[in-house]
């Protein structure tokens, strides 16, 4: 199991320097980059997501119980 975890970090890493290299910066930029701005950024989206899928759930409900016949 260990290994799995290393490789997972290592691959991680790896990718982080590619990114580096490509955008012509340090593999520390592009760690900052991921971790204040777009960790965050997804973050912040991905609850906006859940709020709108809760706010359209409710609705649904709603229209839900009001075309309901009434229980006799």
């Known amino acids: 199991m260990m290994?799995?975890?290393?490789w997972i970090y290592?691959?991680?890493?790896?990718f982080m320097?590619?990114?580096?290299?490509?955008?012509?910066?340090t593999y520390r930029d592009t760690?900052?980059?991921l971790f204040f701005v777009v960790w965050p950024a997804v973050t912040v989206v991905l609850v906006a997501v859940v709020l709108a899928q809760h706010r359209t759930l409710k609705k649904l409900?709603?229209?839900s119980t009001a075309a309901?016949?009434?229980a006799r």
Do not use: Y
């Open 3 to 6: 290994r799995i975890g290393l």
């Open 10 to 14: 290592a691959a991680c890493v790896d």
């Open 17 to 25: 320097i590619q990114a580096a290299n490509l955008l012509g910066v």
């Open 31 to 33: 760690n900052a980059l």
């Open 61 to 63: 409900q709603a229209e």
């Open 68 to 70: 309901r016949p009434a």
